[in-house]
């Protein structure tokens, strides 16, 4: 299964620009790139903060911009996104019985887990009893099937400095019902530091985060306050099957400075 991962787009109204960097051309850039080499994915996930400010004018600009994808999307809410205008923008994106955007997927590489972290007027992700209940029912009927979790704050601490107060706020509710459901959690996907990041837990699940197609962070993880800096746009290519899980990193707009030769056996 191909899954391509977009996060921390950040979009506002066209021509505002955020912390330096134009979204809304980034990306354009990024789903065109998508749409020209990727037209056989299979599924386009968002990991959240589609919006700076989560108003409907941003929201219209998504909608636009992703009708050009040919294949499935997943829309995710992050901590700079609203949920009454995203359900207003993208009502037939999935919800569960009490309004949250989560849902899964049941494909032959496994099951694909979409969590909702948002709480309006908190920075870090909130995912209480409310949530949980569902975390825990999709848990159990998985059976078998490797699962993988995409979500927007990182469920775990990531020992960034930045991020110390304004992770995820649930005592670590997520960790403990997905490490008692390991070893069928084969990864945690996610989004909110800007930066690439791939880890373990000492339980032995797998977790990484994407680029920020939008800014990003010059990468200090000792400082509490690091630097915003511009780039490509970014997105993830997920290969994933019943073997495992690949992600790379792809940026729009590379320029070329030669060709890799062929190497043949040993």
């Known amino acids: 299964m191909k899954i391509i991962q977009l996060t921390d787009t950040h979009l506002m109204p066209s021509g505002i620009v955020v912390n330096g960097v134009d979204p809304e051309r980034q990306l ?21 903060d589609l919006c700076n400010h989560g108003d409907p004018e941003a929201y219209a600009i998504l909608k636009d911009i992703l009708a050009a994808v040919p294949f499935e999307i997943r829309l995710m809410l992050g901590n700079h996104d609203d949920r009454r205008n995203f359900v207003a923008a ?12 989560q849902s899964f997927i049941d494909t032959d590489a496994g099951r694909l887990m979409f ?34 979790v995409f979500i927007h704050h990182p469920p775990m601490d990531t020992r960034i400095a930045h991020f110390e107060h304004i992770g995820m706020h649930d005592d ?3 960790m403990q019902r997905l490490h008692r459901h390991a070893p069928g959690v084969r990864h945690i996907v996610f989004g909110h530091i800007h930066i690439p990041l791939a880890g373990t837990t000492a339980e032995g ?6 680029q920020a197609c939008s800014h990003r962070f010059i990468t200090d993880v000792d400082s509490p306050t690091p630097l915003w800096t511009g780039g490509n746009p ?19 707009g590379e320029a070329a400075t030669g060709r890799a030769p062929v190497c043949e056996g040993p």
């Open 28 to 48: 354009r850039a990024a789903v065109a790139d998508i749409v020209e080499k990727h037209s056989d994915a299979d599924l386009l996930v968002m990991t959240g």
């Open 90 to 101: 993208f009502p037939d994106q999935p919800r569960d019985d009490n309004g949250f955007i």
């Open 115 to 148: 969590l909702d972290s948002h709480e309006a007027g908190v920075i870090g992700g909130i995912y209480g009893d409310d949530r949980l209940e569902w975390l825990e029912r999709t848990l159990a009927t998985a059976g078998d099937l490797p699962v993988t």
């Open 172 to 174: 670590g509710a997520i």
């Open 205 to 210: 699940i797998a977790y990484s985060a994407g």
């Open 234 to 252: 970014c997105y993830r290519i997920i290969d994933l099957d019943r073997t495992g899980l690949r992600a790379y990193g792809v940026e729009v």
